[in-house]
């Protein structure tokens, strides 16, 4: 091909060869975040920290809902009685938190030292389901 035929040879003279706006030959490689990965990584990585990379995982299994063995003493002298399944409420964990005052049966998955000796010291129980 003849250098005369060429197209950048037949718009030379011309404002802006062919290529558009002026302003369009001039920006950094493209609009938001095109060449992130190649010609801007650089910028991101200063000014957009943690844009690389996935999320961390969180862990699946999530802690139980954990209540006070003081609002169960309440719930129970309300309601009149003498056991309580805490899963049926919707807590997995009883915590030594408030007073008990009755001897009370209580149904959880877990249970902290404080509310174990609590409630034995009422002349309650604590059943591990």
């Not at 999320?55 to 309601?79: E, R």
């Amino acid at each position: 091909m003849a250098i005369k035929d060429r197209k950048i040879q037949k718009k030379r003279g011309t404002r802006n060869c062919g290529k558009g706006m002026k302003g369009s030959r001039r920006r950094d490689g493209g609009k938001g975040l095109a060449g992130s990965k190649k010609h801007k990584f650089s910028w991101i990585v200063k000014n957009m920290p943690g844009h690389f990379g996935s999320p961390s995982m969180a862990s699946l299994q999530k802690k139980p809902k954990a209540v006070n063995i003081g609002f169960l003493n309440q719930y129970a002298i309300s309601q009149n009685i003498k056991e309580i399944d805490v899963s049926t409420l919707g807590y997995g964990k009883v915590l030594g938190g408030g007073a008990v005052t009755q001897g009370i049966t209580i149904k959880a998955k877990l249970f902290t030292e404080k509310a174990k000796a609590k409630l034995e010291k009422a002349g309650g129980k604590a059943v591990v389901a």
